[in-house]
């Protein structure tokens, strides 16, 4: 029992150290670029510089519209980081969602969207990592975590009743012919 308890515990804190082991290195994004010269440092957000401006037409468009909260809800608000830019109520983020509306109205795809801004910002401005590279990891790590440790939890349940059945079928025949 008590090797049973102490594999269940190794299983745990190995799932726990690689668990965090992985959040943290998700977690240290590159650092935000810096502001343009000349350009305002009073409340130490970024600018983003809006480049035109859209038709009457293009701000009623539904489809427009619709394109836009996708893109917006696809990727993450500088200042805010725990939301998109679609969700956050900041200065910056209502700034960056013109430019992916007027980038959208100028005929880029949502994919040509996000890489601009990926560009700008590196791939840490994606609410949700692409499935590459070093970011696969993220994806594949829990599943297979589950599967490892379903597997051992199985392994040692097989080895625990084995050890048990043996040891009774073995203490059982010399106690049952003592007793009679």
Do not use: H
């Amino acid at each position: 029992m008590t090797n049973f308890r102490n594999a269940v515990r190794a299983v745990i804190v190995s799932a726990v150290a690689a668990t965090l082991g992985a959040t943290i290195a998700l977690a240290q994004a590159p650092a935000l670029p810096a502001a343009p010269k000349g350009a305002p440092q009073d409340s130490g957000a970024l600018r983003v510089q809006v480049q035109g401006s859209l038709s009457d037409a293009q701000k009623n468009d539904p489809a427009l519209e619709e394109k836009t909260k996708t893109v917006a809800s696809e990727l993450r608000c500088p200042v805010c980081q725990g939301l998109s830019i679609q969700d956050s109520p900041s200065e910056l983020s209502q700034q960056m969602r013109t430019v992916v509306k007027e980038r959208l109205a100028a005929g880029e795809t949502e994919q040509q969207v996000k890489d601009y801004f990926i560009s700008k910002y590196g791939e840490w401005i994606l609410l949700e990592p692409q499935a590459r590279g070093f970011n696969l990891l993220v994806y594949a790590l829990p599943a297979l975590l589950v599967v490892g440790g379903a597997g051992l939890i199985i392994l040692l349940v097989r080895r625990w009743t084995a050890a048990s059945v043996a040891d009774g079928a073995a203490g059982a025949g010399p106690d049952e012919s003592a007793q009679d």
